[in-house]
């Protein structure tokens, strides 16, 4: 039999289903109504069933209850215990305390347990890590527990994780995988296919076959399904595809999203600064890297820090804090012009009444042009070409929601007051809508031009702008219309 022939038989025993059915499925594999609800979340009576078997020292029911879970599972459930219960829970049932639960751990459940353990059998679990995993989980730890876990890893891992964590945090760099499959350019299908075979048991997942020159650079790229459908004869440098995405080991995390994104790529190849291949990202470690980003760009809006209900108190509190006594200081600042226009105030209640509503409106108008230009910077569809035509775009929606709250807005304030204080409120309305969408554009842009993460700063001053101008317009209209006399 020729080898395309064997390779044909053997691609045709692959898709034949086996003998067993679903009989010879894991549990992790079928849906599992007893221990998941409909959202595939740990039910509360199971966790209660964990906790009891757990609580009165009963390893045996623990063991029965927790193996059939999945590793990302057995992850949940350690979260959803106390920070002082989860060494004694993970230490009840070690023999299931898999690296792949402890690379699916929450960042601070899995540091405080990483601190707890010694640093051999920190070690042992890194060994079994993928290389961007093992380096996640090592990353965050103080610098003496790094250098001593390290000690204790083989050669090859310590040299690869070292390597790693020389690079800046969050970026590619850091968030490759050091195992890929490269070959030499001078290879035939045929050669690769006797190579992949030759090799048995890969130890990763890879989906394309980097082609390299002599000097380790990469050249081009080979799908599998291309090589299995191509006859052995054909040279790589025939079949391969020569366009690829080269990132750069320093690439931020997520710029190298963003490229995946764009281009649709499910993996990439990292070059060091000489343009050697070092190491891939696949599009498995770029969801979590999108996800991660679009949760701490909407965090940092809102100066809530990581948010993580895992997140010790004291980090929680300064994260939060710092923010808080900004909004003080800017709030301050509207303060002090209603306080320049007390008398006005005085003399006519109905100022006091409509204020808020002035303010609050352009509040949001201001917070939702903000939220549109900072997810527009991070995904580059706000960049300096287009910049000027996004903030006339911003303007022209401001005015268009300006116009239509101003006559609400100047309808409702004309029959319960009178038409001068319903002509006042509609144009300070459509001052602070406009000055709002404005704001809320040009600030972002201003922090990135500037080097700063717009999601951080954005919102203290954009609500310091839309407060303050809005108090301003109307009070200043106000006393300038003649509705009562200056203060």
Same mark, same amino acid.
């Given at each position: ?329 800017? !709030? #301050?600042? &509207?303060? %002090?012009? @209603?306080?320049?226009?007390?008398? /006005?105030?005085?003399?006519? +209640?109905?100022?006091? =009444? ?68 319903? !002509? #006042?409120? &509609?144009? %300070?309305? @459509?001052?602070?809508?406009?000055? /709002?969408?404005?704001?809320? +554009?040009?600030?972002? =842009? ?42």
């Amino acid at each position: 039999m020729s080898d395309d022939a064997r390779l044909d038989e053997d691609l045709l025993v692959a898709e034949l289903p086996q003998d067993g059915g679903d009989d010879g499925a894991r549990p992790d594999d079928r849906i599992d109504d007893e221990r998941h609800d409909e959202e595939n979340r740990l039910k509360p009576r199971f966790v209660r069933s964990v906790r009891r078997a757990f609580e009165s020292g009963d390893n045996t029911a623990l063991h029965e209850l927790v193996e059939p879970l999945h590793p990302a599972d057995v992850a949940d459930l350690l979260e959803l215990f106390d920070s002082d219960e989860r060494q004694g829970l993970a230490g009840a049932m070690s023999d299931l305390m898999s690296s792949e639960v402890v690379a699916e751990l929450n960042d601070h459940v899995r540091e405080d347990m990483m601190e707890a353990l010694e640093p051999e059998a920190v070690a042992s679990i890194a060994e079994q890590l993928e290389t961007d995993d093992a380096v996640q989980l090592l990353e965050d730890l103080d610098e003496d527990d790094q250098r001593a876990i390290i000690a204790e890893l083989e050669p090859e891992t310590q040299a690869a994780v070292t390597s790693a964590l020389s690079y800046p945090e969050e970026t590619a760099g850091r968030l490759m995988n050091r195992h890929f499959m490269a070959v030499p350019e001078h290879m035939t299908v045929g050669d690769l296919i006797d190579f992949l075979r030759k090799t048995g048991d890969l130890e990763h997942d890879f989906w394309e076959v980097f082609v390299v020159d002599q000097r380790h650079h990469p050249v081009g790229t080979c799908a599998l399904n291309w090589i299995l459908t191509t006859p052995r004869n054909i040279k790589l440098t025939d079949l391969m595809k020569r366009d690829q995405t080269l990132i750069p080991v320093t690439t931020d995390q997520e710029e190298v999203a963003l490229m995946f994104q764009k281009y649709a790529l499910i993996s990439a190849a990292v070059v060091d600064e000489s343009g050697r291949l070092v190491g891939q990202v696949t599009v498995d470690d770029i969801v979590h890297i999108i996800s991660e980003e679009a949760g701490e760009d909407a965090l940092l809006l809102s100066g809530a820090g990581d948010g993580d209900i895992n997140e010790p108190i004291r980090e929680a509190y300064s994260s939060r804090v710092r923010w808080l006594v900004a909004n003080l200081g800017t !709030a #301050v600042v &509207a303060s %002090a012009i @209603i306080a320049f226009f007390g008398a /006005a105030i005085e003399k006519l +209640v109905a100022l006091a =009444v409509l204020m808020p509503i002035v303010a609050s409106i352009g509040g949001n108008a201001g917070t939702q042009t903000m939220a549109v230009a900072v997810r527009a910077i991070a995904t580059n569809q706000l960049t300096r070409a287009n910049t000027w035509r996004t903030v006339w775009r911003e303007v022209r929606v401001a005015i268009l929601n300006g116009a239509t709250i101003a006559v609400l807005i100047g309808i409702a304030a004309a029959f319960l007051f009178s038409p001068m204080m319903g !002509a #006042v409120i &509609a144009v %300070a309305m @459509i001052i602070n809508i406009v000055v /709002a969408g404005l704001a809320g +554009v040009l600030v972002p =842009v201003i922090f990135e031009r500037l080097r700063q993460d717009p999601a951080v700063a954005s919102s203290v001053f954009v609500t310091m702008i839309t407060d303050s101008m809005g108090f301003l317009a109307f009070l200043g209209l106000a006393v300038v219309s003649g509705l009562v006399p200056a203060a």
